[in-house]
């Protein structure tokens, strides 16, 4: 998931997350960051998600881990955390976007926003340790892997189309008339598919850059999380920060797919690890000194954040974006306490608590599909510009733009979630359990 910073030079954003100001030519500026559903045991079959059941959290919380039933605060947190998502890509992809108080929002997310998603994925992933090899397969990885292989070649053939990478020649035209009433163009896709660069697009799906990074990072950790099941907690996240310092020395940091894998895998861990310490801090977040103490850690760090990313850190290069490794990491363990009190707060908010506990429970459809809706909508956008379409003109604004994103992401969700509904299709989301049966 990608950030965009008000200086000429493209970066990685000290959320540990790589930028690169550009619009694209499909009006699709940045790439995903995300979110794949960070569910309990996300994308597993119906037999698998009765046995998912989290473990015992504090008393306080209304809905508790064991039996099955789900833990409100996390649930928010993913909702909370998927819509930060789409307002990310939303706001790098509209011209002017960022200069938005939408776009201060989105900054003010960044270290949130992922984080986040990793943190709650690491607290139900405890049941990692106690598998074999061969149970994580059937148990966790095959329900990451699938939705992964499916979606991936869509949304990094769109990525690579914006970095110009996507052929090999480029085609005279990738559009054509449309065969729809009221659509102004269409995808020529024999073009598409006649000048693919393969190469570059199979290189993509195996590394997990450009692509749903989240889904391919989460099958990492989970491996990562099995393979050092057997040391004491403490070693286990101290272990996880040596991937991070090895691509640091190594120079591969200003390389977004190397960096965005390697920094959150520390937070994972801390997750999965330290998961009873992350319970009792959502149980106390109501009090007054928690409030105090998360919330002041939180402005320090963005304040100084602020600060280097103007300073020391303005000037971006291999250095640089080695030594932002260091600090971003601090910045995300800055920010992630009060992260999960504020996560807790809206968990037990009227009207909001609601919509995002159940927008958490249904990540993987949005975030699988929003980056393609969005490209596709502003592909249809620029064609009836050229047909000078009058109602196009309100969409000069920077505000109607973002909006109108804001209406694709959630249109683009519904029908996915819907897609997850129907046999046989559903499985492209929620394949069907491959665990033998007994």
């Keep these: 998931m990608t950030a965009f910073f008000p200086n000429p030079h493209p970066r990685v954003s000290p959320a540990t997350v790589a930028e ?27 037999s698998d998600q009765k046995n998912a059941a989290s473990s015992t959290i504090t008393a306080s919380e209304k809905a508790h881990a064991a039996g099955g039933k789900r833990v409100a605060w996390a649930d928010t947190a993913k909702g909370f955390s998927i819509l930060a998502v789409c307002l990310m890509h939303v ?55 699938v939705p992964y292989l499916v979606f991936t070649p869509v949304i990094a053939a769109n990525r690579l189309y914006i970095d110009g990478k996507l052929f ?48 391919y990072a989460l099958m990492l950790y989970n491996v990562a999380a099995w393979s050092v099941r057997k040391l004491p907690a403490w070693l286990a996240v101290a272990v996880s920060f040596i991937p991070a310092y090895l691509g640091s020395v190594a120079g591969y940091m200003s390389h977004q797919g190397v960096r965005q894998v390697l920094t959150y895998l520390p937070i994972f861990f801390v997750g999965l690890f330290f998961r009873q310490v992350v319970f009792r801090l959502a149980n106390h ?93 502003m592909f249809l ?34 029908m996915f979630y819907g897609l997850g509904k129907i046999p046989v299709v559903g499985w492209v989301l929620y394949p069907p359990s491959l665990r033998p049966k007994r």
Excluded at 176 to 204: E, W
Excluded at 396 to 406: M, R, S, V
């Design 168 to 215: 090999t020649s480029p085609p005279p035209s990738i559009t054509a008339p449309s065969v729809i009433p009221g659509l102004p163009v269409r995808l020529d896709l024999n073009a598409i598919v006649a000048h693919m660069d393969y190469a570059t697009l199979a290189k993509a799906i195996v590394f997990g850059d450009p692509g749903l990074w989240f889904l």
């Design 20 to 46: 690169t100001e550009g619009i694209s030519r499909w009006c699709v500026g940045d790439r995903e960051e995300p979110n794949r559903q960070t569910r309990t045991d996300a994308g597993r079959g119906a």
């Design 91 to 145: 706001v790098t992809m509209v011209p002017g976007g960022m200069d938005t108080s939408w776009g201060m929002v989105k900054l003010i997310l960044d270290p949130l926003r992922m984080p986040l998603f990793f943190l709650v994925s690491g607290l139900f992933a405890h049941r990692v340790v106690e598998r074999s090899l061969s149970d994580l397969w059937f148990r966790r990885l095959w329900f990451l892997l």
């Design 381 to 414: 956008l620029g064609g009836f510009r050229v047909q000078d379409a009058e109602f196009v003109q309100i969409f000069d604004n920077p505000q109607p733009l973002i909006y109108l994103g804001f209406a694709i992401c959630a249109v683009s969700g519904f």
């Design 285 to 377: 977040a109501f009090s007054c000194a928690v409030v105090v103490t998360t919330l002041s850690v939180f402005i320090v760090s963005e304040v100084a954040t602020y600060a280097l990313n103007r300073t020391l850190f303005a000037e971006w290069n291999d250095t640089v974006a080695a030594v932002t490794v260091g600090t971003g990491l601090l910045r995300i363990f800055a920010a992630i306490p009060f992260g999960i009190v504020f996560a807790t707060w809206l968990s037990q908010t009227p009207l909001i608590a609601p919509a995002l506990t159940a927008i958490g429970r249904h990540t993987l459809p949005i975030y699988v599909s929003h980056q393609a809706a969005l490209a596709y909508g």
